[in-house]
């Protein structure tokens, strides 16, 4: 079963507005942290937020901030005053449990910011 | 820059030839984990080593094989190259060999072509 969904292929945003990036996951574990990383054109993956599942606010770090709502078991990511670097795949990734050494990620989404 | 360094970039070869891929995890990380992203695959983990012994295993082939050595680098053997495996491979590092909040950091990837 797919334990995290991406369900936007594609994203578009004008500068220097805001856009949100949807991600859900299914996980039975209570402990768990979610994560966020951008991966522009030129391949490497980039680390940018992470969230774990017992924090009560939620993660903001500069212009990306995660929407972490545990009960829809979701966490977009909310990336603030857009610019035309941000055009990336980006993908969303869970860690469940203390015991799991894997980290699931999502299909990804393609966002391109218009200029 | 994340820290972790992978080499070669870039790598061209033929069909059934072998290659090494290697890695540098960031300074202090016990970690490496191994990582396959092709189009039609996604991100797949293939392969963690903690400390230079195996943790886990993804959906690494049996011609694919992999070490972490004493200086903590670790280096991925790709045998019996087929086209199928022309990909991105990651290495990432982390701390901790598990748990919720054990972020990952990647390398820029090496680009294997296999022709």
């Known amino acids: 079963a797919q334990k995290i969904t991406q369900t936007q292929p594609g994203m578009f945003v004008q500068e220097k507005e805001a856009v949100t990036l949807d991600c859900t996951y299914d996980t039975s574990d209570q402990s768990y942290g979610l994560f966020w990383y951008k991966q522009p054109s030129s391949g490497e993956m980039i680390f940018l937020i992470y969230q774990g599942s017992y924090d009560e606010q939620n993660a903001t770090e500069g212009r990306y901030s995660l929407n972490f709502q545990k009960a829809r078991k979701s966490a977009n990511l909310v990336i603030s005053a857009s610019q035309l670097g941000d055009s990336a795949m980006y993908f969303c990734?869970?860690?469940?449990?203390?015991?799991?050494?894997?980290?699931?990620f999502g299909a990804g989404t393609r966002l391109t910011v218009k200029p | 820059d994340s820290g972790v360094t992978q080499t070669p970039k870039h790598l061209i070869t033929a069909t059934g030839q072998r290659v090494t891929l290697r890695c540098s995890p960031r300074s202090g990380d016990l970690s490496v984990y191994w990582y396959q992203q092709s189009l039609d695959q996604g991100l797949q983990f293939l392969i963690q080593?903690?400390?230079?012994?195996?943790?886990a295993k993804g959906n690494i082939l049996e011609r694919f094989s992999a070490q972490q050595f004493p200086d903590l680098h670790s280096e991925l053997n790709l045998s019996s190259l087929e086209l199928g495996d022309s990909a991105l491979y990651f290495c990432a590092s982390s701390i901790r060999d598990r748990g919720p909040g054990n972020t990952i950091y990647f390398g820029e990837g090496s680009w294997l072509t296999v022709v």
């Open positions: 990734a869970m860690r469940e449990g203390f015991n799991n050494n894997d980290m699931r």
């Open positions: 080593y903690y400390n230079g012994e195996e943790r």
